[in-house]
């Protein structure tokens, strides 16, 4: 049976070029939609795309994925990869436990159900099921996004997003007998803070006129529900008089300040406080305007700790009183330094992280910024967690490297002692991989970070299929993280590069803005000079490399793949934002602004984005690279317009014969919540069609063997 289907891989595998011929794609209307920037008229044919509840849109989304099916279907190893996907995806996973009243919370999956369950135990250790998302939903993508207890751990606010979507409820039970207490409607961005008993705070826009899934919304506003009463009575704190795009409101732990941060942009914000324990104390200003990044991490008396980037591009952790709360009046609690800084609290003690070459360190301090000890990580990767309420006796963390799944340990504050809490079972050999570190050189001489994943005796013969995956934006760091869905790529002797391009995090604010606006094309420089760098370095070559990324990633390989088309043998741009010059005009995609600018800013800005916005940046005759190109029908985030205008564009330009394809998942978002069976099928069709366009299938022994 293996025997028979390696010969049948191996002939489809050599045969691909000529079944690509047979594609018929749906044929995509065009009208004549034209906007002027600037003096300069740009066609947009396919804007019709844009109308998510047109019947012809729901039309197209049905043709395009018929064909997308009728070619992944006929990929014979598709199957076998699913398979071991399940597999490998079918082990235990359990979070590290939290303490809410008179019980013990965690998290449970056993390993294939869609949505994990929340569990819980009383006093005598039974085990009961608190909260279960598989049963919200028949298909399983209804999510629990998040849950909140009061501070007496007797009420719950959870929040459920059906399909994917930013837009959720928040219902309210008794945590004793599970009661429903009430509900809130229509709320997006928001946390749950609670006050006492007497209810919450939750931030949500006023519900948008026309599609709810694609309508602009951009003035976010905080408000407070009271318990008992209907949500039309819930009072404005913060929104009315100014607008902000993102507004949030949280409680210090003694639940004596309420913190609110406004902001226009994903970067920036406003910060306020007001005092709780003063009866009509007032909203004071603390930081008056968007040029720097600043919140509130915890309080001791009216003592303020406050982690921030102002005058700290790699941030601080500074100490006010709340009185007088001005950035006049910081003081240094722990220093800047030359690596990033994150700051979280637990146990009563502050867990200072740093980033090193995008590698975890942590260090344990006191409340006074003395330092306690530097904690042992268990290698090279990513450590989350140390944080909790100040009496914890026992913290949790975890740690994570592209060859390690996830191990959860406790830790003892006083003695600095971690032991393993959980290990997963994961039918993974970690020690047969290895990742490296290295450092490359970008277009303009900048020295840019990449992790290279493999299988140990790699031969660099330049043969080795490989996903090169990036991001670059938003102030967001890659940092090393175990994937089951990588996992089954390195198993078919497959190559993971992860390069740190500017436009994220890695490196602090300076290494963030230089990947924005009008130095965006730094990020694609960094991008390409490092698959230059894995086919200098036969690590593979131009036949066997994918790139991949989502979101802002997603624009990162629409722009690469259409300023470098003959570098990459296949691309896969995931919820990608992909018309740069309309992206602003829907859901909260103005508040991107600050990493990209508009096209309505000024003709230079117009000029520079409509210079790589991937949908106009397509030409017809050019041989681009085999395309898969991945969205959710609930997108609210980056609207899935962005991706079927780019692949219809795509269809109408590709001279070649490498297949230009869109999966559009149904019932599915921007990616969070998504169950686990979409997250498998969804996986499996991207390995499939990557190792098919690069004519490498499967061995009887599931790994890849190129073809001479």
């Known amino acids: 049976m293996k025997k028979t289907l390696f010969i049948m891989a191996l002939a489809t595998g050599l045969n691909a070029t000529a079944q690509m011929n047979s594609i018929k794609y749906p044929q995509t209307r065009k009208d004549n939609t034209t906007d002027t920037y600037f003096g300069t008229q740009v066609p947009d044919p396919y804007r019709w795309l844009e109308d998510d509840r047109s019947p012809e849109t729901a039309a197209w989304v049905k043709a395009e994925n ?61 085990e009961e099921v608190f909260l279960d998302p598989n049963g919200f939903s028949k298909d399983g993508t209804t999510s629990l996004s998040s849950v909140r207890f009061n501070k007496k751990g007797n009420l719950v606010a959870y929040m459920i997003s059906e399909g994917g979507s930013d837009w959720g409820k928040i219902i309210i039970i008794d945590a004793a007998t599970k009661k429903q207490l009430g509900a809130i409607e229509n709320v ?15 931030s949500t826009y006023d519900k948008p006129e026309g599609s709810l899934l694609s309508a602009k919304t951009d003035q976010h506003k905080l408000y407070f529900h009271k318990l008992g009463t209907p949500q039309k009575e819930d009072t404005v704190i913060f929104g009315n008089d100014q607008k902000n795009r993102y507004v949030s409101g949280y409680l210090t732990e003694d ?36 040029d720097s990044s600043s919140q509130v991490l915890d309080n001791k008396g009216a003592t303020l700790y406050i982690s921030t980037d102002y005058k700290a591009p790699n941030n601080r952790l500074v100490i006010v009183d709340a009185v007088a709360p001005q950035q006049s009046n910081w003081k240094d609690l722990i220093a800047e330094t030359d690596n990033v ?18 590698v975890s360190q942590v260090k344990q301090l006191d409340y006074n910024g003395k330092l306690v000890r530097e904690i042992t990580l268990p290698g090279l990767g990513t450590a989350s967690g ?48 290895t990742s490296e570190q290295v450092f490359y050189t970008s277009k303009d001489g900048t020295k840019i970070p990449m992790i290279i994943t493999y299988k140990k005796g790699l031969k660099r013969d330049g043969k080795n299929p490989t996903i090169l995956y990036g991001y670059g934006g938003f102030n967001v760091s890659l940092t090393p993280a175990f994937s089951i869905a990588n996992a089954v790529w390195l198993e078919n002797g497959g190559i993971y590069a992860v390069p740190n391009l500017r436009g994220g995090g890695e490196y602090g604010r300076k290494w963030h803005d230089a990947g924005t606006k009008m130095q965006k094309q730094n990020v694609f420089d960094d991008f390409i000079a490092a698959a230059e760098y894995l086919i200098k370095n036969n690590y593979t070559s131009s036949s066997y490399l994918a790139i991949r990324g989502g979101s802002n990633g997603g624009l990162l390989v629409g722009a690469c793949m259409t300023q470098r088309p003959e570098l990459f043998k296949v691309a896969l741009p995931a919820v990608g934002v992909m018309d740069m ?24 800005m117009f000029e520079y984005l409509k210079g790589y916005s991937p949908v106009q ?88 063997k190129p073809n001479k």
Request: proline share 3%; charged share 20%; glycine share 10%.
């Open 386 to 433: 140390f944080g909790g309420k100040k009496s914890e006796k026992t913290l949790y963390y975890s740690f994570t490297n592209y060859t390690t799944p996830g191990n959860i340990y406790a830790f003892d504050p006083k003695t600095g002692k971690s032991v393993v809490y959980q290990k997963p079972k994961v039918g993974f050999n970690s020690e047969d991989y």
């Open 66 to 126: 018929e064909v997308t099916n009728a070619y992944l279907a006929q990929i014979p190893f598709r199957d076998v990869i699913k398979k071991r996907l399940e597999e490998l995806w079918n082990y235990e996973r359990i979070s590290a436990p939290f303490t809410e009243g008179a019980y013990t919370y965690y998290y449970k999956n056993n390993g294939l159900q869609n949505q994990s369950i929340l569990y819980r135990k009383g006093k005598d250790g039974k």
């Open 581 to 604: 010059l309309r992206y602003h005009k829907f859901t909260a995609g103005a508040g991107w602004a600050y990493d990209y600018g508009t096209a309505d800013d000024n003709k230079e």
């Open 255 to 290: 639940e004596r300040y309420l913190i609110i941060s406004a902001a226009n942009s994903t970067y920036g914000n406003k910060l306020y406080v007001k005092d709780l324990s003063i009866a009509d104390g007032k909203i004071v200003t603390i930081v008056d305007n968007y």
């Open 188 to 202: 997006k961005f928001s946390g749950i803070a609670w006050k006492g008993n007497d209810g919450f705070y939750y």
């Open 617 to 704: 940046s397509l030409k017809k005759g050019v041989h681009y690279p085999a395309t898969l190109v991945t969205t959710g029908d609930h997108d609210d985030r980056v609207v899935p317009a962005h991706s079927f205008k780019f692949a219809a564009t795509l269809q109408e330009c590709q001279a070649g014969n490498a297949p230009v394809l869109i999966r559009i998942e149904t019932n599915a978002g921007h990616g969070a919540g998504k169950s686990t069976a979409q997250t498998i099928a969804e996986q499996a069709d991207i390995q499939a069609f990557t190792l098919y366009n690069m004519n490498s299938p499967l061995t009887p022994k599931g790994r890849t």
């Open 341 to 358: 800084l994150s700051v979280t609290d637990g146990g009563g003690y502050l867990f200072a992280f740093y980033m090193k070459d995008a």
